[in-house]
Nanobody
Framework: QVQLVESGGGLVQAGGSLRLSCAASGLTFSNWAMGWFRQAPGKEREFVAA????????RYADSVKGRFTISRDNAKNTGYLQMNSLEPEDTAVYYC???????????????WGQGTQVTVSS
């Protein structure tokens, strides 16, 4: 069974940090690009960050550049999103997803996790 499971969400004060993890199973993780998306209440899902299979190429939304860092450990079949300097506007459900090729469009991603809530208080 192909599965992505996110963890690491929670409640944090503005200016704080969180690290999200995405554990993959049932697929050859190293063959897939990985992305993070988020959806806030009443808003559409938006791209946050993506990383190629080799970690050589990364992409970020302008709103998180310089604050968030995406990474992966193919030996552990796990991806990460380090989030620093969090702002209340970062509050959302965060989803990790896997795609056969690196991209920022959600429709490229074929496997999705269930999401983890991140809440940033002011």
């Amino acid at each position: 069974q192909v599965q992505l499971v996110e963890s690491g969400g929670g409640l944090v004060q503005a200016g704080g940090s969180l690290r999200l993890s995405c554990a993959a199973s049932g697929l050859t993780f190293s063959n897939w690009a990985m992305g993070w998306f988020r959806q806030a209440p009443g808003k559409e899902r938006e791209f946050v960050a993506a990383i190629g299979w080799s970690s050589y190429i990364t992409r970020y939304a302008d709103s998180v550049k310089g604050r968030f860092t995406i990474s992966r450990d193919n030996a552990k079949n796990t991806g990460y999103l380090q989030m620093n300097s969090l702002e209340p506007e970062d509050t959302a459900v965060y989803y990790c997803a896997a795609a056969p090729t690196l991209g920022i469009r959600g429709d490229l991603y074929k496997v999705w996790g269930q999401g983890t809530q991140v809440t940033v208080s002011s």
